[in-house]
């Protein structure tokens, strides 16, 4: 039985390293590689507690609930402090948890915000040079390793009632991001365009990630607002951005923002990150969890769902595709892995701590699950899939958790709602 576990993790990991290419010591953006929680680094903690396993803890100012990026010994995050107006920028030196920088970029006028979201939300993005941060404002700025900005871009202005939370991702030159705003003005019906009502406001963005310069937007239909962050797929040979919003799921031309795909869909307010695998895209709209084949060019509806499973679909927390389960985690607790063929739920079980507001990650064949009470569940898939994930350790810091955590070295790294923690060696 040991052997073929070993067997097993062997494989995972092999199908891992060669599907997301990113150095053990990064972790560059929103769910490091590509967005899908999946790290290369092995030799990682299993279990700690708020005073065993920790490296070091470092309290971070202000509120915000992006996660933490890491570039070598660099780990950035942004937080916003005066009650929330003042938008920063932080580095923190990977080794010590001594904070190197800690830069004002904006003061920003406070808007409308769901409970569950922060005045810092969206998480950097950082390509070993510079780093990119998006504000709720709908605001942008870089900066360099020393902290120096670079640029900045304000010529959006942005407002959505649940605020602001899709974190931007870098294609080549470009950062893009998904821009999905409601209504500002009037009452009734008019005050719920965009949030509980689709209009056609929404839109997927493009700057020059050097000069900060619009490049390209295009704009999505009929949607509702979203804090989906986008992902690169490869379809015959060419890469694609996916992105989910309200209603939809669609795929874009990256290096000219052509729409070649669009799936609708019933769902509301969409938050989950997609998962992609198997010539497929996992993803849900706060309806039912959805299997697209990739390979279609217009409104492929009815022709590219593989299929849909409405049980256990998630509200916040990001799909993870770990060869062979497509797991997801529900608003209640629900731990699930299903069979990314069929959508056909293999097995589910309920882990600790209640609800999970971050997403799960997959690294050294384990695979992490942290709730809002700051409780992280680690299970071992088993070698059987149809056979349900063994846990293996629950680790309990008793601080509030909404981040997701980040993954560098041998390392843990996990924000809490006042400081930023180190796990392991």
Request: hydrophobic fraction near 40%.
């Amino acid at each position: 039985m040991k052997q073929t576990l070993a067997l097993f993790s062997l494989a995972l990991f092999f199908i891992v390293s060669t599907a997301f290419a990113q150095e053990p010591e990064q972790w560059s953006r929103f769910r490091g590689p590509n967005g899908q929680g999946i790290s290369t680094a092995t030799e990682l903690p299993t279990q700690w507690s708020a005073t065993e396993n920790i490296a070091w803890k470092t309290p971070i100012p202000g509120e915000g609930w992006s996660s933490p990026v890491i570039w070598n010994d660099h780990i950035f995050l942004t937080t916003a402090t005066d009650s929330g107006k003042e938008c920063r920028i932080i580095a923190v030196d990977r080794k010590s948890g001594k904070i190197l920088w800690n830069t004002l970029v904006f003061t920003q006028e406070l808007r409308q915000r769901h409970d569950r979201n922060s005045r810092a939300t969206p998480t950097p993005v950082t390509d070993g040079q510079r780093v990119y941060v998006a504000f709720p404002n709908g605001w942008f700025v870089a900066l360099d390793f020393a902290g120096k900005v670079i640029w900045e871009n304000k010529e959006l202005d942005f407002y959505s009632q649940h605020g602001f939370g899709t974190s931007p991702m870098i294609y080549g030159d470009l950062l893009i991001t998904a821009i999905n705003p409601s209504n500002t003005k009037g009452e009734g019906e008019a005050r719920r365009l965009g949030w509980q009502l689709p209009w056609d406001k929404s839109y997927l963005l493009a700057l020059d990630k050097n000069t900060g310069k619009e490049r390209w937007k295009t704009m999505r239909g009929m949607t509702r607002i979203s804090h989906s962050t986008p992902v690169v797929i490869q379809v015959a040979g060419k890469d694609q951005i996916v992105s989910m919003v309200g209603d939809v799921v669609q795929g874009f031309e990256p290096t000219s923002g052509e729409l070649i795909w669009t799936v609708k869909s019933d769902g509301e307010p969409a938050v989950p990150t997609p998962a992609i695998g198997e010539g497929m895209v996992f993803a849900s709209t706060i309806g039912p969890i959805l299997g697209i084949k990739t390979n279609g060019k217009g409104d492929v509806t009815a022709t590219h769902v593989a299929w849909q499973q409405r049980r256990n679909s998630p509200l916040t927390s990001s799909f993870l595709f770990v060869k062979p389960c497509l797991y997801v985690v529900s608003d209640n607790g629900t731990f699930a892995a299903l069979d990314p063929a069929t959508g056909n739920i293999l097995w589910d079980i309920r882990i600790r701590g209640g609800r999970p507001d971050s997403s799960p990650v997959y690294a050294d064949g384990n695979i992490y699950v942290t709730t809002h009470t700051g409780i992280t569940t680690v299970l071992k898939p088993n070698a059987d899939p149809n056979v349900a994930a063994e846990v293996i350790a629950v680790n309990d810091i008793g601080e509030m958790v909404q981040a997701t955590l980040a993954i560098a070295g041998k390392q843990i790294f996990l924000r809490t709602d006042t400081e930023l923690w180190c796990i392991g060696k």
